[in-house]
């Protein structure tokens, strides 16, 4: 019984250390441009993360795209919608 308690504890300290000793990789790739206030009517907002249009969302059951605005009803903005009466972009399925 000592012996599988043995090899039990240093596979995990093996695991656990090995875990840690990896440095954290850097981002390599080149950062997107800021988007200024007028770049930002073409796109959607989620949670502080930028979506482009036609982009899908699923919250819950219920899926979302981001379509172009219509007007200064939706502000002049981008906007998300869970209705499939846009003709350019089709829903995601959310399950």
Known sequence: MRVIWAILIAAVTAHSTSAHAQPAQPYVGTPPPPLTPADLANYCV??????????????????YTCVPSIGPATGNRAFWTSKEDQQVFSRPVCN
């Open 46 to 63: 989620y949670e502080n993360q930028v979506y482009s249009l036609g982009a899908g969302l699923c919250l819950g059951k219920t899926s």
